[in-house]
């Protein structure tokens, strides 16, 4: 078995090996959030229905689902220990306030238009998603010049 110490294996550069625990401490967040969207999703869905409405429900589970997925293939591309820092802080920004939302929505200030917070909150996901995008390239791209 090759490591990544061992005499015949391609050298790392030493800013992916500085990136330390930082992609994985943003992954334990990323599915954190993605359990805690999905099984709330599920717990608030009508138990009593047929398939077309669980079908549904299944197309709103991508539809919340999908930002956490980006992020994570933002973090699989960090390359720097900076862009895996700013990966998991807009992640910790993007998941925490996504889940601060559908806890309002559903819990402090229960209404009959809570369920829309799983059409409206994605939106704004992924505008972080967006943002924390170019943030990303902007370091890669500045970590690659030096």
Known sequence: MLTSDSPTSPPRPAEYRARGVMP??????????AICTLGSLIWHAR?????????????????????????GVING???????????LIGSVLVVG????????AFHVNLDPQSPLAYLSV?????AGAGLLFLIW???????RRR
């Open 24 to 33: 994985s401490v943003t992954y334990a967040v990323l599915g954190i959030g």
């Open 77 to 87: 591309f960090a390359g720097s220990a900076v862009a895996a820092v700013i990966v």
């Open 47 to 71: 138990w009593n229905t047929g398939l077309m409405e669980w079908l549904v429900v299944a197309g709103f589970a991508m539809w919340a689902g999908g930002p956490y997925v980006a992020l």
């Open 122 to 126: 994605p939106f704004v996901q992924w």
């Open 137 to 143: 390239g902007f370091v890669e791209i500045r970590s």
């Open 97 to 104: 306030g996504g889940l601060a939302v559908y806890y309002h």
